[in-house]
C-alpha cells in the first residue's frame, strides 16, 4: 500500500486544540511477525507498526494538556481490526514511559499488535510529554488520559495512516495498569457509554480496592517490601486533591527520618525504585523489619484504618475502582502468591459486581497452592490467558464488512431454556453467513450456518448462564447477547 506520507515526518495539525484532537503522530518503527515470534515465542499473524502519538487531555486541574501514548497498527492495510486499551504498570520516574519504548510493557503491547489488534497505550499523566506530578493510581486520570487518546486516535489518526478499527473495544492493564483498566471501563460504561463499543476488559492483578484490601495488606504488622508505593500515593493524591489534603503535609504522614527520603523521590534525586530500597533500608536499621506502617505518624495510620471520614481516607475511598457493574465481559486475572498486590483485590471486586447484578464478571485465579506466583510471577499466566480470551472474541474484519445495529439482530426468546430463534434484517445478505455462540470464559460452544433470515438453534445442551451471540459473514458482523435458563 502507498502511503500519502512519508513515514518519519512528524504530522502536527494547526488550529486550536481541544481535548482528546491530535497533536502529531510519528513512526517508529516496525517489526516482523516472524522478528517477533523469534524474538518472544509466540506465534505472530501480522507486521506491526510503531508510532508515538501527542494529543490532547486535561490535567488534573481541568487545563489543556499535551500527553503521550504508543500506537501499534497491523500492518496489513486491507482489514480492519479491533482496538485494546493497554494500560502500563508502575513506571521508575516521569522519563520512563511507552511511547519511548522504556517499559516492559512493550513487549505485551507487540504481541498484542501481532495478533490483530490496534493497540492504544498512554503514557498517564505526568509522564514524557505530559506536565506535572504522575498522579499514581488515581483512577480519573488514569481513565481520562487513555480515554482520550482513543478517540485522537479513532478520529483522527488513524486516518493519517490509513489504518481501519472495526468498532471492537478490548481493554487491559497489569497492577498498576490493572486499576486503570478498571478505571477506563468504569468511566466508558457509565458516563460515556456511546463512544466505544466495549467487547472485554481484562484487568491483571490490580489494586481495585485502594482504601480496603490494599491498606490491609500494605498497613499490617508483616514485612512488605514495596513501600515506596505508600508514599506515591501520597504524593499523588496530594497534588489530585489539593483542597481536601491542603493541610496534610508529608511529615503530617511519615515520620521526618522517612520523609528525607520521600523527598529525594520529589527532587528527582531518587527515582521510585531507588526510593523503594532507601525506606526499606531505612526501616531495617530502624525498626528491625520493612514494615511499612512503622515509617508511619501513628495519628495517621490510625486514621486510615479507622475513620472514613478523614480527608486521605477519602482520597483513598476515591480511587476504589471495584463498586459498579460492567455490562460486558469483565475477567479479572489473579495469584494468591501475590506479593504486592494483594489478591483480595480482585475476590473483593468480583463479589461486589456480582451482588450488584453483572452478569459477565468473573475473578480467575491463576496460580496453585503448590506453585503460587508473586507479582512478577503472575505476569505470563495473567498474560496468557487474557490473550486467549481476546483472541477469540477480537473479530478483525475486510474493509468492506459492515458492524451490524442492535436493531439488525434479533433473538427471540431470550431469556431461552431450549431453543432461540435468530432474526436478520432482510437487507442483509446470507452469502456464506454463520453464527458462533461464546461463552463467560471466552470458549465457543456452538457453530452453525445460517441459511434463513429466521433460524431456530438449539440451546438445550447449554449449560444456565449468559452467553456471546455473534453473527458474521463476509460483509457484516454483528455482536448481542443470550440469556440461557
Keep these: 500500500m502507498t502511503k500519502s506520507i512519508p513515514l518519519f515526518v512528524l504530522f502536527v495539525f494547526a488550529g486550536l486544540l481541544q481535548a482528546q484532537e491530535l497533536v502529531s503522530i510519528e513512526f517508529i518503527e516496525e517489526q516482523s511477525a516472524q522478528a517477533l515470534e523469534n524474538e518472544y515465542g509466540v506465534p505472530s499473524e501480522y507486521d506491526i507498526e510503531l508510532y508515538r502519538v501527542l494529543y490532547t487531555t486535561t490535567d488534573l486541574y481541568a487545563a489543556q494538556d499535551t500527553a503521550s501514548g504508543l500506537l501499534i497498527v497491523p500492518k496489513d492495510r486491507a482489514l480492519q481490526y479491533p482496538m485494546l486499551c493497554y494500560q502500563h504498570g508502575t513506571g521508575p520516574d516521569r522519563y520512563t514511559g511507552m511511547s519511548n519504548l522504556a517499559l516492559g510493557d512493550v513487549t505485551l503491547t507487540r504481541i498484542y499488535g501481532s495478533f490483530g489488534f490496534i493497540v492504544v497505550a498512554p503514557d498517564y499523566l505526568g509522564v514524557l510529554s505530559s506536565r506535572g506530578f504522575h498522579p499514581y493510581?488515581?483512577?480519573?486520570?488514569?481513565?481520562?488520559?487513555?480515554?482520550?487518546?482513543?478517540?485522537?486516535?479513532?478520529?483522527?489518526?488513524?486516518?493519517?495512516?490509513?489504518?481501519?478499527?472495526?468498532?471492537?473495544?478490548?481493554?487491559?492493564?497489569?497492577?498498576?495498569?490493572?486499576?486503570?483498566?478498571?478505571?477506563?471501563?468504569?468511566?466508558?460504561?457509565?458516563?460515556?457509554?456511546?463512544?466505544?463499543?466495549i467487547i472485554a476488559s481484562l484487568p491483571m492483578s490490580g489494586p481495585y480496592s485502594i482504601s480496603e484490601k490494599m491498606v490491609d495488606s500494605t498497613l499490617g504488622d508483616t514485612e512488605y517490601f514495596f513501600v515506596a508505593y505508600l508514599p506515591n500515593v501520597a504524593l499523588s493524591y496530594k497534588a489530585a486533591y489539593p483542597a481536601l489534603l491542603q493541610d496534610l503535609e508529608l511529615e503530617d504522614i511519615f515520620k521526618p527520618e522517612y520523609v528525607i527520603e520521600i523527598n529525594k523521590f520529589v527532587s528527582e534525586e531518587y527515582d521510585l525504585f531507588e526510593l523503594n530500597t532507601a525506606l526499606i533500608n531505612k526501616l531495617i536499621e530502624l525498626e528491625g523489619?520493612?514494615?511499612?506502617?512503622?515509617?508511619?505518624?501513628?495519628?495517621?495510620?490510625?486514621?486510615?484504618?479507622?475513620?472514613?471520614?478523614?480527608?486521605?481516607?477519602?482520597?483513598?475511598?476515591?480511587?476504589?475502582?471495584?463498586?459498579?457493574?460492567?455490562?460486558?465481559?469483565?475477567?479479572?486475572?489473579?495469584?494468591?502468591?501475590?506479593?504486592?498486590?494483594?489478591?483480595?483485590?480482585?475476590?473483593?471486586?468480583?463479589?461486589?459486581?456480582?451482588?450488584?447484578?453483572?452478569?459477565?464478571?468473573?475473578?480467575?485465579?491463576?496460580?496453585?497452592?503448590?506453585?503460587?506466583?508473586?507479582?512478577?510471577?503472575?505476569?505470563?499466566?495473567?498474560?496468557?490467558?487474557?490473550?486467549?480470551?481476546?483472541?477469540?472474541?477480537?473479530?478483525?474484519t475486510s474493509n468492506v464488512t459492515n458492524v451490524l445495529d442492535q436493531d439488525q439482530i434479533g433473538i427471540a426468546p431470550n431469556p431461552a431454556s431450549e431453543y432461540m430463534a435468530i432474526n436478520l434484517d432482510s437487507d442483509l445478505s446470507l452469502d456464506n453467513t454463520r453464527i458462533q455462540i461464546i461463552d463467560i470464559n471466552g470458549k465457543i460452544v456452538k457453530q452453525e450456518k445460517i441459511n434463513t433470515y429466521r433460524q431456530e438453534i438449539s440451546i438445550v445442551d447449554l449449560e444456565t448462564g449468559i452467553y456471546v451471540v455473534e453473527i458474521y459473514s463476509p460483509s457484516y458482523r454483528g455482536v448481542t447477547r443470550l440469556m440461557k435458563l
Design 137 to 197: 493510581v488515581h483512577a480519573d486520570s488514569e481513565a481520562s488520559a487513555a480515554i482520550d487518546m482513543m478517540k485522537a486516535v479513532r478520529d483522527y489518526g488513524l486516518t493519517q495512516i490509513e489504518s481501519t478499527y472495526n468498532n471492537r473495544l478490548f481493554i487491559t492493564g497489569y497492577s498498576q495498569g490493572g486499576h486503570g483498566a478498571m478505571a477506563v471501563h468504569r468511566e466508558l460504561q457509565l458516563n460515556q457509554p456511546d463512544e466505544f463499543n
Design 289 to 396: 523489619a520493612s514494615i511499612p506502617a512503622l515509617m508511619m505518624q501513628d495519628s495517621t495510620l490510625n486514621n486510615i484504618k479507622t475513620d472514613p471520614s478523614h480527608p486521605l481516607s477519602m482520597a483513598l475511598a476515591d480511587n476504589d475502582v471495584y463498586d459498579w457493574t460492567p455490562t460486558a465481559f469483565n475477567r479479572m486475572y489473579y495469584c494468591v502468591g501475590d506479593d504486592q498486590v494483594s489478591y483480595q483485590n480482585s475476590i473483593l471486586a468480583e463479589e461486589v459486581m456480582n451482588s450488584n447484578g453483572a452478569t459477565l464478571t468473573e475473578a480467575t485465579r491463576l496460580d496453585t497452592p503448590s506453585n503460587p506466583e508473586d507479582h512478577g510471577g503472575c505476569v505470563f499466566p495473567a498474560v496468557n490467558a487474557a490473550i486467549q480470551f481476546t483472541y477469540i472474541l477480537k473479530g478483525i
